[in-house]
């Protein structure tokens, strides 16, 4: 498995907008990690060869729903 850390400063619709942008990359969300208001860190993952599949099937735009669950600490 590949992983990305990617660090998103906003409110849920950036975070939307994060994941579907990585989600277009050929990732998918593995975690979302609450830092301080307003600051995320989303972790996506992808399999080694879903890369050459991402792009040879990508016509058309897809959009992921993003869901958020977040437990005091």
């Known amino acids: 498995m590949h992983y990305r ?3 998103v ?6 975070l939307d907008r994060v ?3 990585w989600r ?7 975690q979302a ?9 989303l972790i ?3 399999e080694p060869d ?3 599949i991402i792009s040879s099937q990508q016509k058309g735009k897809q959009h992921a729903q993003l869901s958020i ?3 005091p600490v």
């Open 5 to 7: 850390f990617v660090e």
């Open 9 to 14: 400063e906003g409110e849920e619709d950036d």
């Open 19 to 21: 994941a579907n942008e």
């Open 24 to 30: 277009a990359k050929g990732y998918q969300l593995f």
């Open 33 to 41: 990690v609450y830092k301080t208001t307003y600051r995320w860190v």
């Open 44 to 46: 996506f993952e992808r």
């Open 50 to 52: 879903r890369a050459r």
């Open 69 to 71: 669950f977040v437990r």
